[in-house]
């Protein structure tokens, strides 16, 4: 039976259905292995490095596997003892902070009193407990939803035990697995989806890669920046907002509200969050001017618009697991896009010819 036009659509449209059925289906155990696939990704040019000069594809992923989680776990024993003393050492000044707040508040609220009816501020005082018991609970429950899910245990001592022997495996059979995949393609259209594949790695390589290095870079320069100032928590605050950027703006944007704060509430003055004001600005100006355009680059086809809609979309759907598989399922739908809009501008559709010819 030949296969029509319509034939291909219902069998792509099929596939495809199945695909986010079966991701629906294996949400809860696909952690791991979506992780290691990240992580096997980013590696992979490394691995070609090491071919290069000389190393066999599985020695050059042993060593690629063993040094990368090696760091990681290095990194985690460095930072957290420090993240955890400046987090005892926060919880020690709380009251102190919440007296210092009061304080900065009292002139504002007498000026309030002062301008306002009795009416009116007994509505600002049921306001505003309406909505800090609101947003208790919703944290709370959060919190509660967070810590005592069926598969947090299994999740976290997954990521832990099967990520690197799916980094590992998939890191030395790449080239492998990427050529069976290319002899699956429909030969018809071979040359096609291979361009097409291109630029999705593009796109990824670009942006994944390059907002990654991004990221900690400006994790360590926030960290660095804020411990130097004297800001409590400056250390944790920094290390956030820096991992926090890879949704643009998230990061920059919620660790200033974050660091304003905790500097308002320490310091009697206006000195330490000045200095804080002046860490974020500097490190505004070295993403924008230095890390994203030598890192990123300006032509990856993700806006930023677009990549917040689709990290949260992700995040809503599948939770951690779809802010995962938010980028590349992004860069597929752009580079798809792409595509048949330029197919659509070179067609008779578009152009209006009478003979209806024109690309297909």
Known sequence: MPATRDNKLRFWLAGFAVFV?????????????????AIAYLLDPLAHRLERAGLSRSAATVVITIAFFLVMVTAGLLLVPLIEQQVAEFAVRVPDYVHQLFRRADPLWRSAKAHLSAKDLEQIRAAGGEYAGTAASWLAGFVTRLVTGSLVVVNVLSLVFITPVVTFYLLRDWQGITRRFDNWLPRAHAVTIREQLHQIDMTLAGFVRGQALVCVTLGAFYGVGLTAVGLDLGLVVGFAAGLGSFIPYLGCISGFLVSMGLSLAQSPDWTLPGM????????????????????????????????????????????????????????????????????YLASSLYRGDADGGGAA
């Open 21 to 37: 059925l079966l991701l629906f289906l294996l949400r809860g155990i696909l952690l791991p292995f979506v992780a290691g696939m």
């Open 276 to 343: 804080v004001s002046g860490v974020f600005l500097a490190g505004n100006l070295l993403e924008g001017y230095v890390l994203a355009p030598k890192l990123v680059g300006e032509k990856i086809g993700l806006h930023p618009v677009w990549v917040i809609f689709a990290l949260l979309a992700g995040g809503a759907l599948f939770g951690f697991l779809g802010i995962l598989l938010a980028l590349p399922v992004t860069a597929v739908i752009g580079v798809l896009t792409r595509f048949a809009l330029s197919r």
